[in-house]
């Protein structure tokens, strides 16, 4: 069952269906884990850009993300409700930016950038706390895979 507040988004608005990450945000359970789990097939999508072009598409992503974040909020009438994941979708591209080739590097980024995206340690929560609205919404995501990216260059410098 749909939650009453979401009744208020139009999907065929493409705003609205973005924020909710093509629909994912809409699961009821984990709705974030559902949003990252949508932002795979993109990521794989444009894994093979040079860096350059992929941090650039996720640049884009971001600014883009604040618009879309914040009309969602607004049709929703609620601040960061957990079906707009497409926060989610950048933070996970950021933890994938020049990651190695291969499946287990898909499964560790999902997983790290979970971790940070739920944890929120510090400067996360501190973003998280004290910027709202569409910006707040996305920066908070953007440090969490910046954190996770941070991890998974770490590990791929150890294991390589």
């Not at 604040?66 to 969602?72: E, G």
């Not at 909020?73 to 926060?87: E, K, L, R, S």
Request: include cysteine; glycine fraction near 12%.
């Amino acid at each position: 069952m749909i939650k009453p507040e979401l009744k208020r988004l139009d999907l065929r608005n493409p705003l609205h269906l973005l924020a909710v990450g093509f629909g994912s945000g809409l699961s009821p359970k984990a709705p974030g884990t559902m949003g990252t789990l949508a932002a795979i097939p993109l990521y794989l999508l444009v894994s093979g850009l040079p860096t350059p072009w992929f941090i650039a598409l996720l640049a884009l992503g971001f600014v883009a993300g604040i618009r879309l974040c914040q009309a969602a909020t607004d049709a929703i009438g609620m601040p960061d409700h957990g079906a707009i994941v497409w926060d989610e979708i950048i933070g996970f591209g950021v933890t994938m930016i020049a990651a190695p080739a291969g499946w287990i590097w898909v499964v560790i980024g999902f997983a790290l950038f979970r971790l940070f995206d739920v944890l929120k340690p510090w400067p996360i929560s501190w973003f998280d706390r004290r910027i709202h609205g569409g910006l707040g919404i996305m920066l908070d995501d953007l440090i969490a895979g910046l954190f996770a990216l941070l991890g998974m260059q770490l590990l791929a410098f150890w294991l390589a």
